[in-house]
């Protein structure tokens, strides 16, 4: 993993509020990660990913239509432009996918896991 650029971390009630408003399973180390961090920036020397802020994630989801385009998934951040990288509701697994043209055709997995990912990067 890169530089990581953390936000403070989210209330517990904030935590509870999340979790309370999804259907689905996250991935293994989705919330241990935005347990010490309510967002993140995190950059290497090819990559960079923004980790949304957990207390925007449903807000943000609405905003860009995804239960419109791409209802399988739920988005968490974004390369800073035109790709999103969501959690696909049924399995918990991670992917990519262009905010244009945002589909579960479009859809590229990633991994299994929350945890997998960061290190990933």
Do not use: C, H, R
């Amino acid at each position: 993993m890169g530089i990581v650029d953390k936000n403070n971390p989210p209330l517990d009630s904030e935590i509870s509020s999340f979790l309370s408003k999804i259907d689905f399973q996250l991935p293994s180390g989705f919330i241990d990660f935005f347990k010490d961090a309510n967002g993140a920036d995190v950059s290497t020397d090819d990559k960079f990913v923004a980790l949304w802020a957990l207390t925007d994630m449903v807000q943000l989801n609405k905003e860009y239509n995804v239960e419109e385009y791409a209802p399988e998934f739920f988005v968490f951040g974004s390369d800073g432009g035109d790709t999103a990288y969501a959690i696909e509701k049924s399995t918990g697994d991670i992917y990519e996918m262009p905010f244009i043209g945002m589909s579960k055709e479009e859809a590229k997995y990633i991994s299994k896991t929350f945890t997998a990912f960061i290190e990933e990067l």
